[in-house]
């Protein structure tokens, strides 16, 4: 069976967005006032596994190059990818936990909240590099238009230490839920990255007027 995760539309009229600096994958958010980012997630910046899956036959040397030349894109701890793996599960807001040289793991879903809602305990999956078989992007979510690359027929997976290698979320401010704060996890499309979050088990879209901090 294979394990679909419903992500939803909201839009957000204001919101502030506390985040640890993301100037390699997003853009720069330097903090104008102190803000204990770990009162609400633990998530450090440092050395650790990145997973770069680039095309069959091309040489990686940077993130930077691998982006702008499409060669094909990195996969990094914390983030949420659209990945299908052999075993015909796949998965849509799972967060990546860890990786190492032969192995992904991986959320079964977004949060606790999340998996309390499906009625299922919330646990880590582990699979090797070898199983992953699809990661799907988002061209246009109102068209609900996807491209899907098959990683095992045309790519090749590379794990490569860097620093940085975590894409920590970022912590938002719903000024129009009495100012509550959520974790927001960085999502990959074919734009770039965006935003998700859970309300009441569910997961949404960050979209409209958000102030970064």
Not at 76 to 82: G, H, T, V
Not at 165 to 178: G, R, S, T, W
Request: charged residues 30%; hydrophobic residues 35%; positive net charge.
């Amino acid at each position: 069976m294979k394990n679909y995760k419903l992500i939803l539309f909201l839009l957000m009229l204001s919101a502030r967005i506390f985040s640890q600096n993301t100037i390699n994958d997003t853009v720069n958010t330097p903090a104008e006032e102190p803000f204990d980012y770990k009162k609400y997630y633990e998530c450090d910046f440092g050395e650790g596994n990145v997973l770069i899956v680039i095309k069959k036959g091309k040489e990686f040397t940077d993130l930077k190059d691998l982006r702008k030349s499409g060669k094909g894109f990195a996969i990094k701890m914390e983030a949420i990818y659209s990945m299908e793996f052999a075993d015909g599960q796949r998965y849509e807001s799972s967060v990546v936990k860890k990786i190492t040289n032969d192995s992904l793991s991986i959320t079964n879903f977004f949060n606790e909240n999340s998996a309390k809602l499906a009625g299922q305990p919330f646990k880590l999956i582990n699979y090797p590099l070898s199983s992953l078989k699809y990661v799907r992007f988002i061209d246009d979510r109102m068209l609900s238009l996807y491209s899907k690359k098959n990683i095992q027929k045309n790519f090749d997976l590379i794990v490569r230490k860097m620093d940085r290698a975590k894409m920590c979320p970022a912590v938002i401010q719903f000024k129009e839920k009495n100012n509550e704060m959520k974790v927001c996890h960085f999502y990959l499309t074919s734009q770039g990255y965006d935003l998700l979050y859970e309300d009441k088990g569910r997961v949404y879209y960050m979209e409209g007027r958000v102030e970064w901090k």
